[in-house]
């Protein structure tokens, strides 16, 4: 087994580096990274349910879609992400157990109590320090788990926070956890060393420790995967499921609701109701939207370029363009 080492904190370079891996490496291989603070949602979420956008966008964070599966995960530079990349078992369950082992059995060593839960997770004392999820790829399997060292609990809450009366959809939403991090549970270790303690002892359990850094050429190939999938909208909100979005206001002295149905990123149908006067059809104004992406920038567009007070008398732009989101 080869470690791959990089100190990328770029969530986009970060799956793409796991995509380039998994497709072009045939050794197995095992990495841990850190990325910036993001939101990590699995690869059949609605992306837009599952975090509180208001936050995110003040806080400028990503929103990065996964190849695995899973639920919504809030990344920061107190996480630590790991990555095992080798031949699989036909047993998925024995995947989870083979790949999260040597994780355990690190932490055991230093005393602290973690095992495995459930269907993917590690806890300590019954508290989630770690979500794993795995992806297959040909004869092999990309298994990847978060380490909840030192994360922002207040960050991570704010972050994920959604009133559930906004969307309404048949994906499944992440169930809000009982989460805990690692460092409560051990004295004088920061996130660096509990890091390089990590990869010392996983890659002995492995009986060597091969090192390997991307070249310039494999740089140049996963920043084409970064353009191609991972930062694109349609790779991390286009690929959401069919949802119905629903959000009441006060819009100057109106009190307006808004109601869209979504499909692939794109608005299909839009509804506006409330006690407002108008000049001409609200049908008109609702029609513009359709067939638009479900981004704030394109809906800005289109308000841009009408005269919203003909449809919905006494607002501003910016009013609408927040009930949308």
């Not at 506006?272 to 609702?286: Q, S, T, V």
């Not at 359709?290 to 567009?301: L, N, Y």
């Not at 919905?312 to 989101?325: D, Q």
């Amino acid at each position: 087994m080869i470690f791959i080492n990089h100190n990328n904190t770029n969530p986009y370079f970060n799956h793409a580096a796991e995509q380039y891996v998994l497709e072009n490496i045939k050794d197995e291989c095992f990495m841990l990274w850190r990325n910036e603070p993001c939101i990590l949602v699995g690869r059949n979420q609605n992306a837009m349910a599952e975090v509180n956008g208001d936050y995110i966008k003040e806080k400028g964070m990503k929103i990065v879609r996964r190849l695995t599966g899973g639920g919504a995960v809030f990344n920061d530079l107190g996480n630590i992400n790991f990555t095992f990349i080798g031949r699989t078992s036909e047993n998925v369950e024995e995947n989870f157990r083979k790949f999260t082992k040597p994780i355990i059995e690190a932490l055991n060593f230093l005393g602290v109590q973690a095992k495995f839960s459930g269907k993917n997770d590690l806890v300590i004392e019954g508290k989630k320090i770690s979500g794993n999820a795995q992806y297959y790829y040909k004869d092999k399997v990309l298994h990847h788990g978060t380490l909840l060292f030192s994360v922002s609990m207040g960050e991570l809450l704010k972050a994920l926070k959604v009133n559930p009366l906004k969307f309404k959809d048949k994906a499944v939403k992440s169930v809000e956890a009982r989460v805990t991090n690692i460092n409560k549970y051990l004295n004088n270790m920061d996130v660096i060393e509990f890091k390089n303690y990590v990869v010392d002892y996983v890659m002995k359990c492995f009986g060597k420790k091969e090192l390997y850094e991307f070249s310039e050429k494999e740089l140049k190939q996963i920043d084409k995967i970064v353009k191609n999938r991972f930062s694109t909208w349609k790779w991390n909100f286009g690929d959401s499921p069919k949802y119905n979005y629903s959000k009441e206001g006060r819009c100057g002295k109106n009190t307006i609701q808004v109601n869209l149905n979504v499909e692939n990123g794109y608005i299909k149908e839009m509804k506006f109701y409330g006690d407002f006067f108008f000049k001409k059809d609200i049908k008109e104004l609702e029609h513009k939207f359709k067939e638009i992406k479900h981004e704030e920038k394109h809906v800005k567009q289109v308000l841009n370029n009408i005269n919203i007070n003909e449809y919905i008398n006494g607002v501003k732009n910016e009013e609408i363009l927040e009930l949308m989101f």
